[in-house]
């Protein structure tokens, strides 16, 4: 209880007839960096509304730092930083006023706002820009304001809600790098919603995946792959010659890659195969590489390449969002 | 040797001033302000910084100008010996005009409805396009602060206007008349200018109602200038064709046109800028003694003579009360609106 810093139960919203949260219990522990994993429209910015009593839900119940954010707003909002996923700011003020503006509304006097202001903008790397008017900020600049500015009031918690979307590539692994640093030496818990998987398994200490209003697993990258491909924890991509579907007529050719699926098939421990432009993936329950080799030679086929793979979010991404031809 | 004790004297003083001063501003930097001020402050620095508020004080200023010349030229012409309102000589100056330029009066419940809603039309829809809204709303404050802060900041700056605006007409009018105004005439001078804030704040409540339903400034700014509009020109229209049709012939006996004559007077009621023109008259000519129709038996025995502030006020009060609801409902329905808005990013 005490380690926990959010705590979801049972949390649903609906809009009209479409469910956009549906019965999400979730927690999150004091000080880690939790990733919440999940394509557009699964529900994570309307779940992150709930947590800040922006919205308010259906059923079940929020609590945040230990305060019910539907009937006590204010206290979470002082102690919860949120950027959201295009963070905006007053175009005519400069940076730095736009700070302090956040500070003052969060309870600081000027002097003390601008102090602070000035060390945050030295920190994410906009010290030289903070008299410039944010109107003339690129999107990154933006973006790292943004973090300033939800920092500004010394959080608890910082929720960031896709916050690395439309940064280069190389502003992207900065921005990361500043919230992790961040983190660590503040002792901040960060909830990081993306659909982006490789920043979220770059940063985050434990991942939450997210789908159709619905949480289907979370736990650190190992546990997820071994939650989720339990049954089937290796992966072996096979490449046959694609001459052979040239060979004969077209229905010749598709017998082929019938047999060879039903020989590949009929091997103890291959649970699913997904097959595109000659290469074949097999989610196995052991190392079966040798097998498979054989029972692809011995149908005539010619074998061009066989590799194993490991498991990233990579792999747990396309088995969820977008679903391979289940065999059990 | 004296004169560099004194020098020296001098620029101590000076020292010592420019200390205090310094102090004086790091105190208030020092100050931590309530959330509901930092906004309402910022707001109104925004207002009076803004091109869109400098535009509308120089339209509203230059007509104020141009209704104070006329006024000022026809001052002779306009007191008659045996004038019930020759008392109250300074207010002409916001009632008269040779009908070339219509008065300070009749400019200000044409103009402040701009006004009102020049200044609410983007209150809360150009923060949520500029995405500042959910951020703003993520800062630990209670959501109708931003309401009521963009509220009470537009109001404050239109009442600094308008009274700024009418203390001038009046200053001028006592440079080029030389004479002072009564006590009484000052008094109904603030009064109007309150009742025009007020007028003000009504056009001001609903452009900021239209801002909450419509996520386009455009939009709003639109449907607010719809209304005013409506109100200002088809509405007299169309009461116009619907009492015609009602009318009661000369031979209907005085009970038919007084109920007739009341109807009409109730439609038109309608209208925020009618019940604005009768209060404002009732308040600037003194003589006004009622607003709707009398009988010759009621005016039997009635000295023509001004009637006195307090039975003035007393006469426009329905108008006022009316205006004063119209603000509150319109301000109403956006903060319940606004209140249970879901504020999403953009």
């Known amino acids: ?243 052979v579907h040239h060979q004969g007529d077209g229905t010749d050719a598709l017998k082929k890659r019938e047999e060879i699926r039903n020989a590949l098939l009929e091997i103890r421990g291959v649970n699913e195969i997904r097959e595109d432009n000659g290469i074949i993936h097999l989610s196995c329950s052991r190392d079966l590489t040798g097998e498979i080799a054989a029972a692809i030679i011995s149908s005539g086929v010619r074998l061009t390449s066989l590799s194993k793979r490991e498991y990233g979010l990579d792999d747990i991404y396309y088995r969820y969002f977008e679903g391979g031809e289940n065999h059990e | 040797m004296t004169s560099i004790t004194d020098i020296l004297k001098e620029e101590k003083t000076m020292n010592r001033i420019a200390l205090t001063i310094s102090g004086l501003l790091d105190r208030k930097k020092d100050r931590i302000r309530h959330p509901f001020r930092v906004i309402m402050e910022k707001e109104i620095a925004d207002h009076l910084t803004g091109w869109r508020f400098i535009i509308l004080t120089v339209i509203i200023a230059l007509t104020c100008l141009g209704s104070l010349y006329t006024a000022l030229s026809n001052m002779s012409q306009a007191v008659k010996p045996n004038d019930p309102e020759g008392t109250f000589f300074f207010l002409k100056l916001f009632t008269i005009s040779d009908g070339t330029m219509p008065s300070f009066m009749v400019f200000i419940g044409f103009l402040g409805p701009l006004l009102g809603i020049g200044l609410g039309f983007d209150a809360i829809n150009s923060e949520h396009n500029r995405g500042t809204l959910s951020r703003i709303l993520s800062q630990p404050i209670h959501r109708d602060y931003i309401i009521n802060a963009k509220f009470a900041a537009a109001l404050m700056v239109i009442s600094a ?28 001078m603030v009064f109007f200018i309150l009742l025009s804030i007020l007028y003000v704040a009504f056009w001001l409540n609903l452009s900021i109602l239209f801002s909450v339903l419509f996520r386009q400034p455009a939009t709003a700014a639109l449907s607010a200038i719809a209304v005013w509009l409506f109100f200002t020109v088809f509405y007299p229209l169309i009461v116009n064709l619907v009492t015609r049709s009602m009318e009661p012939s000369a031979a209907a006996s005085p009970y038919q046109l007084v109920a007739f004559e009341q109807f009409r007077l109730a439609l038109l009621r309608v209208m925020p800028n009618q019940l604005f023109s009768e209060a404002t008259t009732t308040l600037l000519l003194p003589s006004v003694r009622s607003l709707g129709p009398l009988t010759m038996e009621q005016m039997i025995g009635a000295v023509p003579g001004p009637l006195p502030l307090g039975q003035s006020i007393l006469l426009v009060w329905p108008q006022v009360t009316g205006l004063a609801a119209g603000t509150i409902v319109s301000f109403v329905i956006s903060y319940i609106l606004f209140m249970r808005r879901e504020i999403r990013p953009r």
């Open chain 1, 1 to 243: 209880m005490a380690g926990n810093i959010i705590e979801l139960t049972g949390l649903t919203r609906k809009y009209g007839q479409f469910t956009a949260v549906d019965n999400l219990s979730l927690t999150v522990a004091r000080g880690e960096i939790f990733g919440l994993l999940g394509p557009n429209g699964a529900g994570k910015s309307t779940t992150i509304l709930m947590m800040l009593g922006l919205t308010e839900p259906d059923a079940g119940t929020a609590r945040v730092c230990g305060i019910d954010p539907s009937t006590d707003p204010v206290e979470v909002k002082k102690r919860v930083g949120y950027l959201p996923e295009e963070v905006g700011f007053y175009d005519d003020m400069s940076g730095l006023d736009n700070l302090v503006y956040t500070a003052c509304l969060n309870g600081l006097s000027v002097k003390e706002a601008q102090a602070r202001a000035g060390k945050l903008l030295e920190r994410v790397g906009l010290g030289n820009e903070k008299h410039k008017k944010t109107g003339k900020y690129s999107r990154g600049m933006r973006q790292r304001l943004g973090l300033a500015d939800v920092l500004i009031k010394d959080p608890e918690v910082i929720i960031l809600d896709e916050p690395t979307l439309g940064i280069d590539p190389a502003g992207v692994r900065e921005f990361l790098d500043l919230i992790v640093e961040l983190s660590r030496e503040q002792k901040i818990t960060v909830l990081f919603s993306s659909h982006h998987l490789h920043q979220v398994q770059q940063v985050c200490d434990r991942v939450g995946l997210f789908v159709a209003g619905r949480l289907l697993a979370t736990g650190d990258v190992q546990s997820l792959a071994s939650q989720l491909f339990g049954k089937s924890p290796y992966t072996i991509e096979a490449g046959i010659e694609t001459a």
């Open chain 2, 161 to 188: 206007m308008l009274f700024v605006l009418g203390m001038l007409v009046m200053g001028a009018g006592l440079i080029t008349l030389g004479i002072p105004p009564t006590a009484e005439e000052f008094l109904r």
